[in-house]
T-cell receptor
Framework: RKEVEQDPGPFNVPEGATVAFNCTYS??????FFWYRQDCRKEPKLLMS???SGNEDGRFTAQLNRASQYISLLIRDSKLSDSATYLC???????????FGSGTKLNVKP | EPEVTQTPSHQVTQMGQEVILRCVPI?????FYWYRQILGQKVEFLVS????????KSEIFDDQFSVERPDGSNFTLKIRSTKLEDSAMYFC???????????????FGPGTRLLVL
């Protein structure tokens, strides 16, 4: 049983495209949700936390659907620099353990 | 911006040897973590550490592994009797204030790439 599942991709999109990633989690008690970005052979870096009401940060919008246990990330007006692997991360409401999805790879082409 | 540092950046060792991976978390952070990522696979949680003790560990973190915060700044991961399958990138992370986990950022170090021959 995978705690967090993501479509591995890759998603190959042209610059300027809008792309959406989904992530599902298995534990209904999960409380905190995050999207991280990981460049090749680098460490994960927080992109944004995901709040129940949904949240937006510039071109990035995150949504949470607790009933269906999924989280989404929407990237508008894709840039070449958005090419990376996007990791969905879930926590059960404490600081002890974070579950990572396997990541969705995005390639933005000129 | 404060950052987590890790040393060494690369480590090559022979099977059966012990290795110690070192991390310096961000100075005012309270929570510390070790993760590993086998090449091409997902980031896997190993252990979390708070208030000078392990708060949670995964099935991967067996008796072969131990963590320590010997001096209030360094946070180390020791792997005894390394195996070929221990070859991976090991990331240290820390997070801060402990008020609300949904507001927390885990800051990751750049990783130590371990190769067991």
């Amino acid at each position: 049983r995978k705690e967090v599942e993501q479509d591995p991709g890759p998603f190959n999109v042209p610059e300027g495209a809008t792309v959406a990633f989904n992530c599902t989690y298995s534990n209904s008690a999960s409380q905190s949700f995050f999207w991280y970005r990981q460049d090749c052979r680098k460490e994960p870096k927080l992109l944004m936390s995901v709040y129940s009401s949904g949240n937006e940060d510039g071109r990035f919008t995150a949504q949470l659907n607790r009933a269906s246990q999924y989280i989404s990330l929407l990237i508008r007006d894709s840039k070449l620099s958005d090419s990376a692997t996007y990791l969905c991360v879930v926590n059960e409401g404490n600081f002890n353990k974070f579950y990572f999805g396997s990541g969705t790879k995005l390639n933005v082409k000129p | 911006e404060p950052e987590v540092t890790q040393t060494p950046s690369h480590q090559v060792t022979q099977m059966g040897q012990e290795v110690i991976l070192r991390c310096v978390p961000i100075s005012n952070h309270l929570y510390f973590y070790w993760y590993r990522q086998i090449l091409g696979q997902k980031v896997e949680f190993l252990v979390s550490f708070y208030n000078n003790e392990i708060s949670e560990k995964s099935e991967i973190f067996d008796d072969q592994f131990s963590v320590e915060r010997p001096d209030g700044s360094n946070f180390t991961l020791k792997i005894r009797s390394t195996k070929l399958e221990d070859s991976a990138m090991y990331f240290c992370a820390s997070s801060g204030q402990g008020r609300d986990v949904s507001q927390e950022t885990q800051y990751f170090g750049p990783g130590t790439r371990l190769l067991v021959l």
